[in-house]
Protein backbone atom coordinates (compact mmCIF):
# COMPACT_ATOMS: atom_id res chain seq x y z
CA UNK A 1 0.00 0.00 0.00
CA UNK A 2 1.49 3.23 -1.15
CA UNK A 3 0.19 6.05 0.97
CA UNK A 4 0.53 9.66 0.76
CA UNK A 5 -0.94 12.49 2.82
CA UNK A 6 -0.77 15.84 1.21
CA UNK A 7 -1.27 17.40 -2.16
CA UNK A 8 -2.17 20.14 -3.30
CA UNK A 9 -4.71 21.57 -6.21
CA UNK A 10 -5.65 24.38 -7.85
CA UNK A 11 -7.93 24.97 -5.53
CA UNK A 12 -4.83 26.51 -3.51
CA UNK A 13 -1.64 26.47 -5.09
CA UNK A 14 -0.77 23.75 -6.91
CA UNK A 15 -1.19 23.18 -10.65
CA UNK A 16 -2.76 20.31 -11.50
CA UNK A 17 -6.61 20.00 -11.38
CA UNK A 18 -7.99 18.09 -8.29
CA UNK A 19 -8.97 15.50 -11.40
CA UNK A 20 -5.40 15.70 -12.63
CA UNK A 21 -4.02 15.06 -9.19
CA UNK A 22 -5.96 12.46 -8.54
CA UNK A 23 -4.80 10.93 -12.35
CA UNK A 24 -1.27 12.13 -11.54
CA UNK A 25 -1.50 9.70 -7.65
CA UNK A 26 -2.41 6.65 -10.32
CA UNK A 27 0.03 6.56 -12.81
CA UNK A 28 2.30 7.48 -9.28
CA UNK A 29 1.22 3.86 -8.32
CA UNK A 30 -0.32 5.31 -5.15
CA UNK A 31 -3.02 3.35 -3.99
CA UNK A 32 -4.21 6.60 -1.28
CA UNK A 33 -4.09 9.93 -1.56
CA UNK A 34 -5.12 12.87 0.82
CA UNK A 35 -5.93 16.39 -0.94
CA UNK A 36 -4.58 18.95 1.43
CA UNK A 37 -5.26 22.35 -0.68
CA UNK A 38 -4.68 25.24 1.78
CA UNK A 39 -7.55 26.59 3.89
CA UNK A 40 -10.13 25.15 1.85
CA UNK A 41 -12.09 21.88 0.93
CA UNK A 42 -13.34 23.63 -2.45
CA UNK A 43 -11.30 20.59 -4.51
CA UNK A 44 -13.11 17.46 -2.71
CA UNK A 45 -16.09 17.22 -5.07
CA UNK A 46 -14.26 17.35 -8.31
CA UNK A 47 -11.45 15.22 -6.68
CA UNK A 48 -13.92 12.80 -5.52
CA UNK A 49 -15.59 12.16 -8.59
CA UNK A 50 -12.08 11.35 -10.28
CA UNK A 51 -11.14 9.06 -7.68
CA UNK A 52 -14.49 6.92 -8.34
CA UNK A 53 -13.60 6.43 -12.03
CA UNK A 54 -9.78 6.20 -11.24
CA UNK A 55 -10.43 3.23 -8.71
CA UNK A 56 -8.27 5.87 -5.92
CA UNK A 57 -8.59 5.87 -2.16
CA UNK A 58 -9.10 9.16 -1.27
CA UNK A 59 -8.59 10.54 2.09
CA UNK A 60 -10.18 14.57 2.08
CA UNK A 61 -8.70 16.95 4.07
CA UNK A 62 -7.09 20.47 3.72
CA UNK A 63 -3.64 22.26 5.60
CA UNK A 64 -5.02 24.72 8.00
CA UNK A 65 -2.61 28.01 8.48
CA UNK A 66 -2.38 28.40 11.84
CA UNK A 67 -0.45 30.98 14.19
CA UNK A 68 1.49 29.29 17.33
CA UNK A 69 4.37 31.78 19.18
CA UNK A 70 4.32 34.20 16.41
CA UNK A 71 5.38 31.39 14.29
CA UNK A 72 3.54 30.05 11.34
CA UNK A 73 2.29 26.35 11.51
CA UNK A 74 0.69 24.45 8.99
CA UNK A 75 -2.24 22.26 10.08
CA UNK A 76 -3.80 19.17 8.19
CA UNK A 77 -7.09 18.78 9.06
CA UNK A 78 -8.63 15.13 8.08
CA UNK A 79 -12.31 14.26 7.31
CA UNK A 80 -13.50 17.28 9.48
CA UNK A 81 -17.23 18.05 8.90
CA UNK A 82 -16.78 21.17 6.39
CA UNK A 83 -19.78 22.83 7.41
CA UNK A 84 -19.18 23.09 10.90
CA UNK A 85 -19.39 26.64 11.32
CA UNK A 86 -16.17 27.51 13.69
CA UNK A 87 -14.23 25.68 10.51
CA UNK A 88 -16.35 27.48 7.86
CA UNK A 89 -15.87 30.74 10.20
CA UNK A 90 -12.24 30.45 10.51
CA UNK A 91 -11.34 29.26 7.00
CA UNK A 92 -13.32 32.53 6.02
CA UNK A 93 -11.11 34.52 8.12
CA UNK A 94 -7.77 32.82 6.56
CA UNK A 95 -9.53 33.35 3.21
CA UNK A 96 -10.47 36.94 3.63
CA UNK A 97 -6.60 37.66 4.68
CA UNK A 98 -4.98 35.92 1.91
CA UNK A 99 -7.07 37.92 -0.53
CA UNK A 100 -6.41 40.82 1.01
CA UNK A 101 -3.01 40.55 0.73
CA UNK A 102 -2.65 40.08 -2.73
CA UNK A 103 -3.50 43.96 -3.58
CA UNK A 104 -0.91 44.50 -0.82
CA UNK A 105 1.98 42.29 -2.21
CA UNK A 106 1.58 43.76 -5.85
CA UNK A 107 1.32 47.77 -4.49
CA UNK A 108 5.00 47.04 -2.91
CA UNK A 109 5.79 45.44 -6.52
CA UNK A 110 4.65 48.10 -8.19
CA UNK A 111 6.80 50.43 -5.88
CA UNK A 112 9.89 48.21 -6.82
CA UNK A 113 8.87 49.23 -10.60
CA UNK A 114 7.37 46.26 -11.68
CA UNK A 115 4.51 46.39 -14.06
CA UNK A 116 2.09 44.27 -12.24
CA UNK A 117 -1.58 43.92 -11.97
CA UNK A 118 -4.51 42.26 -10.29
CA UNK A 119 -5.55 40.84 -13.40
CA UNK A 120 -1.93 39.51 -14.43
CA UNK A 121 -2.55 36.81 -10.44
CA UNK A 122 -6.48 36.43 -11.25
CA UNK A 123 -5.44 35.09 -15.01
CA UNK A 124 -2.95 32.31 -13.59
CA UNK A 125 -4.67 31.82 -10.12
CA UNK A 126 -8.14 30.68 -12.51
CA UNK A 127 -10.95 29.84 -9.73
CA UNK A 128 -8.26 28.93 -6.79
CA UNK A 129 -10.21 29.29 -3.75
CA UNK A 130 -6.88 30.08 -1.58
CA UNK A 131 -4.89 32.41 -3.11
CA UNK A 132 -1.32 33.08 -2.29
CA UNK A 133 1.86 33.99 -2.87
CA UNK A 134 2.65 31.37 -5.67
CA UNK A 135 -0.05 33.04 -7.83
CA UNK A 136 1.84 36.07 -7.33
CA UNK A 137 4.74 34.45 -7.96
CA UNK A 138 3.28 32.48 -11.45
CA UNK A 139 1.96 36.06 -12.28
CA UNK A 140 5.81 37.13 -12.18
CA UNK A 141 6.59 34.22 -14.35
CA UNK A 142 4.09 35.19 -16.83
CA UNK A 143 5.28 38.52 -17.24
CA UNK A 144 9.25 37.22 -17.50
CA UNK A 145 10.42 39.17 -14.38
CA UNK A 146 11.65 35.40 -12.59
CA UNK A 147 11.95 32.33 -14.27
CA UNK A 148 10.13 29.99 -11.76
CA UNK A 149 8.61 30.48 -8.21
CA UNK A 150 11.54 29.34 -6.27
CA UNK A 151 13.41 32.84 -7.74
CA UNK A 152 9.80 34.56 -6.82
CA UNK A 153 10.29 33.95 -3.42
CA UNK A 154 13.47 34.48 -2.69
CA UNK A 155 13.63 37.28 -4.45
CA UNK A 156 10.21 39.07 -3.17
CA UNK A 157 7.77 37.00 -1.43
CA UNK A 158 9.33 35.59 1.56
CA UNK A 159 9.95 37.38 5.09
CA UNK A 160 13.00 39.74 4.60
CA UNK A 161 12.42 40.33 1.12
CA UNK A 162 10.35 44.10 -0.23
CA UNK A 163 6.85 42.77 -1.26
CA UNK A 164 6.24 40.14 1.86
CA UNK A 165 3.24 41.11 3.36
CA UNK A 166 1.96 39.18 6.29
CA UNK A 167 -1.85 37.93 6.44
CA UNK A 168 -4.40 36.60 9.27
CA UNK A 169 -3.65 32.86 10.68
CA UNK A 170 -5.66 31.13 12.91
CA UNK A 171 -4.54 30.24 16.86
CA UNK A 172 -3.11 26.73 16.46
CA UNK A 173 -4.49 25.11 19.46
CA UNK A 174 -7.81 26.69 18.87
CA UNK A 175 -7.81 24.61 15.11
CA UNK A 176 -7.03 21.50 16.64
CA UNK A 177 -9.60 21.70 18.64
CA UNK A 178 -12.11 23.18 15.86
CA UNK A 179 -10.81 20.09 14.02
CA UNK A 180 -11.77 17.56 16.57
CA UNK A 181 -15.69 19.30 17.36
CA UNK A 182 -15.54 18.56 13.46
CA UNK A 183 -15.30 15.03 13.65
CA UNK A 184 -11.76 15.47 12.21
CA UNK A 185 -7.69 15.01 13.27
CA UNK A 186 -4.98 16.99 12.80
CA UNK A 187 -1.77 16.14 11.67
CA UNK A 188 0.94 19.21 12.05
CA UNK A 189 2.71 19.41 8.57
CA UNK A 190 6.42 20.00 8.40
CA UNK A 191 6.99 20.71 12.26
CA UNK A 192 10.32 21.62 11.59
CA UNK A 193 10.10 22.88 8.06
CA UNK A 194 10.16 25.85 8.05
CA UNK A 195 11.86 27.41 11.24
CA UNK A 196 14.61 26.19 13.68
CA UNK A 197 13.24 23.24 16.65
CA UNK A 198 12.78 26.27 19.28
CA UNK A 199 9.21 27.07 17.30
CA UNK A 200 7.79 23.64 17.84
CA UNK A 201 9.24 22.16 20.73
CA UNK A 202 8.29 18.41 22.29
CA UNK A 203 6.57 20.05 24.92
CA UNK A 204 4.58 22.44 22.54
CA UNK A 205 3.60 19.02 20.66
CA UNK A 206 2.96 17.52 23.94
CA UNK A 207 0.71 20.28 24.88
CA UNK A 208 -1.12 20.04 21.59
CA UNK A 209 -1.56 16.13 22.26
CA UNK A 210 -3.49 17.02 25.32
CA UNK A 211 -5.52 19.05 23.25
CA UNK A 212 -6.11 16.00 20.58
CA UNK A 213 -3.38 16.63 17.99
CA UNK A 214 -3.41 13.15 16.22
CA UNK A 215 0.11 13.13 14.59
CA UNK A 216 3.20 14.97 13.05
CA UNK A 217 3.98 14.82 9.54
CA UNK A 218 7.34 13.29 10.13
CA UNK A 219 9.06 12.08 6.42
CA UNK A 220 8.69 15.41 4.59
CA UNK A 221 10.95 17.05 1.92
CA UNK A 222 11.70 19.76 4.54
CA UNK A 223 13.03 17.42 7.54
CA UNK A 224 16.69 16.19 7.12
CA UNK A 225 17.16 12.48 8.34
CA UNK A 226 18.42 13.86 12.15
CA UNK A 227 14.76 16.22 11.86
CA UNK A 228 12.93 12.91 11.03
CA UNK A 229 14.86 10.54 13.52
CA UNK A 230 14.29 13.05 16.22
CA UNK A 231 10.24 13.62 15.45
CA UNK A 232 9.91 9.80 15.50
CA UNK A 233 10.95 9.77 18.88
CA UNK A 234 8.67 12.15 19.84
CA UNK A 235 5.69 10.59 18.41
CA UNK A 236 6.49 7.76 19.99
CA UNK A 237 6.95 8.91 23.21
CA UNK A 238 3.53 10.67 23.10
CA UNK A 239 1.52 8.24 21.24
CA UNK A 240 1.11 10.01 18.35
CA UNK A 241 0.43 8.82 14.78
CA UNK A 242 3.79 9.45 12.05
CA UNK A 243 2.79 10.49 8.56
CA UNK A 244 5.00 10.99 5.84
CA UNK A 245 4.04 12.51 2.50
CA UNK A 246 5.20 14.26 -0.90
CA UNK A 247 3.54 18.11 -0.13
CA UNK A 248 2.76 17.98 -3.72
CA UNK A 249 2.07 20.88 -5.65
CA UNK A 250 2.90 19.69 -9.60
CA UNK A 251 5.17 21.80 -11.57
CA UNK A 252 5.23 24.45 -8.19
CA UNK A 253 7.83 22.98 -6.56
CA UNK A 254 10.64 20.76 -7.30
CA UNK A 255 11.34 17.83 -5.13
CA UNK A 256 7.61 17.16 -3.95
CA UNK A 257 7.58 14.55 -6.43
CA UNK A 258 3.74 12.24 -4.86
CA UNK A 259 5.51 9.50 -3.01
CA UNK A 260 8.60 10.77 -2.52
CA UNK A 261 7.62 10.34 0.96
CA UNK A 262 4.84 8.02 2.17
CA UNK A 263 2.57 7.09 5.40
CA UNK A 264 3.18 3.74 6.95
CA UNK A 265 -0.40 1.25 6.21
CA UNK A 266 -0.19 1.10 10.06
CA UNK A 267 0.06 4.23 11.00
CA UNK A 268 -2.64 5.04 8.25
CA UNK A 269 -4.94 2.70 10.14
CA UNK A 270 -4.71 4.24 13.16
CA UNK A 271 -5.27 7.52 11.66
CA UNK A 272 -8.16 6.16 10.56
CA UNK A 273 -9.34 4.74 13.66
CA UNK A 274 -8.79 7.86 15.42
CA UNK A 275 -11.21 10.06 12.84
CA UNK A 276 -13.73 7.43 13.25
CA UNK A 277 -13.62 7.95 17.11
CA UNK A 278 -13.72 11.98 16.75
CA UNK A 279 -16.58 11.14 13.94
CA UNK A 280 -18.41 9.44 16.45
CA UNK A 281 -18.10 12.11 19.52
CA UNK A 282 -18.67 15.01 16.79
CA UNK A 283 -21.97 13.36 16.31
CA UNK A 284 -21.62 15.51 13.15
CA UNK A 285 -21.89 14.28 9.29
CA UNK A 286 -18.64 14.18 8.22
CA UNK A 287 -17.07 12.97 4.77
CA UNK A 288 -15.85 8.84 5.28
CA UNK A 289 -12.56 7.63 3.72
CA UNK A 290 -13.52 7.61 0.25
CA UNK A 291 -12.26 3.60 -1.10
CA UNK A 292 -13.22 2.53 -5.21
P1 LIG B 1 1.18 31.56 1.14
O1 LIG B 1 0.20 30.43 1.25
O2 LIG B 1 0.69 32.65 0.29
O3 LIG B 1 1.66 32.03 2.48
O4 LIG B 1 2.45 30.94 0.41
C1 LIG B 1 3.06 29.81 0.96
C2 LIG B 1 3.14 28.71 -0.07
O5 LIG B 1 4.18 29.03 -0.96
C3 LIG B 1 3.46 27.36 0.53
O6 LIG B 1 2.42 26.48 0.24
C4 LIG B 1 4.67 26.88 -0.16
O7 LIG B 1 4.47 25.59 -0.69
C5 LIG B 1 4.91 27.86 -1.27
N1 LIG B 1 6.32 28.20 -1.33
C6 LIG B 1 7.07 28.76 -0.37
N2 LIG B 1 8.34 28.94 -0.78
C7 LIG B 1 8.40 28.46 -2.05
C8 LIG B 1 9.43 28.33 -3.02
N3 LIG B 1 10.68 28.74 -2.75
N4 LIG B 1 9.12 27.78 -4.21
C9 LIG B 1 7.86 27.36 -4.47
N5 LIG B 1 6.85 27.46 -3.60
C10 LIG B 1 7.11 27.99 -2.40
ZN1 LIG C 1 1.35 25.47 -0.95
FE1 LIG D 1 2.80 23.59 4.31
FE1 LIG E 1 1.42 21.85 1.75
Not at 28 to 35: E, F, K, R, T
Not at 149 to 159: D, H, I, T
Not at 162 to 182: I, K, S, T
Not at 239 to 256: A, C, I, N, P
Request: net charge negative; hydrophobic share 40%.
Amino acid sequence: MRIDLHSHSRASDGTDTPAELVRAAVAAGLDVLAITDHDTSEGWDEAAREARSAGLTLLRGMEISTLHNGHGVHLLGYLPDPTYPPLVDGLRRILDGRNSRVPAILSRLNSLGIDIAADDVRRVAGDAAATGRPHVADALISLGVVRDRKQAFSAYLNPGRPAYVNRYAAPLAEMVQVLDEAGGVSVIAHPWGRHDRSAMTARDIADLADLGLAGLEVDHQDHDGDARAALAGIADDLGLVRTGSSDYHGTGKTDHDLGCNRTAPEQFERLLELAEQAAARSGRDTPRLLTP
